[in-house]
């Protein structure tokens, strides 16, 4: 008896938490708890807006706003569809969505809307949204205050001959919320637009061997003023794309570029020092990041020509009086390095991140000329380690790129990598080990593996070390089998 009534108050509470949940549907605007940015000077705006259930009403609308460490505040609110509030920097969007002009650093903080609805069977039902608002006092940014179209991972497919070029512009931090694209101009004058990857990158691939042409990239005229962009923030950039089956160059269109005199002879000087190292990559002069240590001094990404192909690298120019060729970083867990053969022949990651540049890359780089291995680590108390080793190469894939080195040469972390020395490579697909299980599946990486290992700079990347744990980022001589690290570097440079 008791059961049955239970069951049936059941029923009606689900009917109720249903009706409830179709109540409102929200159709744009930011997420709930999304954060979100704007600039000093700018404008916020958070367009909520949400779609009624039938016969409902909404009859409150209040907006709140809770500064960091302080009491939430009512900002505005809306009544018989009017808007109000003291702050006239305040706006109403359709119909649930607020704008804020003028925007300044203390408006940071948490913004809500409530809505108190009249459902059709007369009871009332509030809901809500919050986001975050940062307000940024960051001018627009780029690297260096202008737009540049770039080329990253140039390739040629060995069969069709075409090219796959693609071109990024950016870097263009923009702070607004949704952010905007770029549109691309090709030689043929279209426009396109572009899509947007990471870190204000805009990337246009092209591909086929007709393509070459000026290319050039601008912000929309709709981009909004709240972008933080000024009259004088840099709008447009351009660059000539010579393409054919042999070759592919880049060069940047000064007459596109600032048009201030200053700007414009540093510009000429770019140029022209672009031009002649891409004359320098393609000669092959510049086949590693030692070569660009003489050109370009800054660490960062690079293109370097090595064994018929150009090739997009890191180079790191401070450690050891620079000239290093990075092939792999952890830095944190954003990356998976639990992959198959394929990835780690081929490499994956974000350079400018955690990345693994590609075992086939790492043997025509190894084998060009004799190398130096350096490897750089750090603990999460901030202490560092290093191990250098001479004579380092990897074979190519007939060999499973046999691991090879002549001796360790300095650093203060030991020698974690001995085990590896002349072992293949083993990935979780690929069983090359000399121990009875695959110690890919064991380690949860891909490495040069023993039985297992003394390192496992490809592992998982833990951040809490009080678990015990043998599969992390470690290396045995300087922290431990148990210790996963904060940071790995691996990387190379001409002895
Ligand atoms: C917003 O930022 C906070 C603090 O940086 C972070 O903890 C939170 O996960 C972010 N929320 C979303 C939805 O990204
Ligand atoms: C490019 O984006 C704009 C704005 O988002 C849009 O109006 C336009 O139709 C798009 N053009 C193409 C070719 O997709
Ligand atoms: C590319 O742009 C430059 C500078 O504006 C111009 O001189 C040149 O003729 C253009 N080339 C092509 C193929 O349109
Ligand atoms: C860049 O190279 C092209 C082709 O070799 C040449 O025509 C142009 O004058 C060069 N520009 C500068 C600034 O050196
Ligand atoms: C490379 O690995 C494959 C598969 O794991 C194996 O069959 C082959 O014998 C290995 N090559 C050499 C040279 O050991």
Redesign the pocket.
């Known amino acids: 008896m008791a059961s049955t009534r239970f069951r049936r108050i059941g029923v009606a509470l689900f009917v109720v938490a249903l009706s409830t949940l179709e109540a409102i549907q929200w159709d744009r605007g930011p997420a709930d708890k999304a954060n979100i940015t704007a600039c000093v000077g700018g404008i916020a705006s958070i367009p909520w807006s949400c779609v009624k259930g039938d016969g409902e009403t909404i009859v409150s609308l209040a907006w709140t706003f809770q500064a960091p460490g302080k009491e939430k505040t009512r900002i505005a609110t809306s009544y018989n569809g009017h808007f109000y509030t003291k702050d006239k920097r305040f706006g109403f969007l359709s119909n649930a969505g607020l704008s804020l002009h003028d925007a300044r650093p203390q408006d940071s903080g948490d913004y809500s809307v409530q809505l108190g609805l009249l459902q059709a069977d007369s009871s009332h039902v509030t809901v809500g949204r919050t986001v975050t608002l940062s307000i940024t006092d960051k001018p627009p940014a780029t690297q260096d205050g202008d737009l540049h179209v770039t080329l990253s991972d140039v390739a040629r497919d060995d069969v069709t001959h075409v090219w796959t070029v693609p071109l990024n512009c950016g870097h263009f931090v923009d702070l607004g919320h949704p952010p905007v694209g770029v549109v691309w101009t090709t ?1 043929s004058g279209e426009e396109k637009n572009s899509s947007y990857v990471d870190k204000g990158t805009f990337v246009l691939s092209v591909s086929s061997s007709v393509q ?3 290319y050039s990239c601008h912000l929309p005229p709709s981009a909004p003023a709240a972008r933080c962009l000024t009259a004088t923030s840099p709008l447009k950039a ?1 660059a ?1 794309l010579y393409v054919d089956e042999n070759d592919v160059r880049l060069t940047l ?1 000064e ?2 570029l600032r048009e201030t005199k200053t700007h414009q002879s540093k510009h000429t000087a770019q140029i022209h020092e672009l031009n002649m190292t891409v004359d320098l990559i393609l000669k092959g002069e510049i086949s590693n990041c030692k070569g660009w240590l003489a050109v370009d001094p800054r660490s960062g990404v690079q293109l370097i020509y090595n064994s018929g192909q150009i090739m997009a690298v890191y180079c790191d120019q401070v450690t050891d009086n620079g000239g290093w060729t990075v092939f792999q970083r952890r830095k944190d867990a954003s990356v998976d390095f639990y992959r198959g053969w394929t990835h780690y022949r081929n490499g994956f990651g974000d350079l400018e991140g955690n990345f693994w540049l590609g075992l086939d890359k790492l043997h025509s780089l190894t084998t060009s000329q004799k190398f130096e291995l350096r490897v750089d680590m750090r603990k999460w108390d901030g202490t560092t380690g290093h191990a250098t080793y001479s004579g380092f190469y990897v074979d190519d894939a007939s060999q499973n790129f046999t691991l090879h080195y002549d001796k360790i040469t300095g650093g203060n972390a030991g020698n974690c990598i001995y085990s590896s020395r002349g072992r293949q490579f083993t990935t979780k697909d690929k069983d090359n080990d000399r121990f009875s299980v695959n110690c890919a599946l064991r380690k949860h990486g891909g490495w040069w593996y023993d039985r297992c290992s003394e390192a496992n700079l490809n592992g998982v990347y833990k951040t809490d070390n009080s678990v015990y744990h043998a599969d992390g980022v470690y290396c045995n001589s300087f922290a431990g089998y148990t210790y996963s690290l904060k940071l790995s570097e691996m990387k190379i440079r001409p002895m």
């Open positions: 030689p070459g042409g000026n351009a000539q269109l007459a596109q």
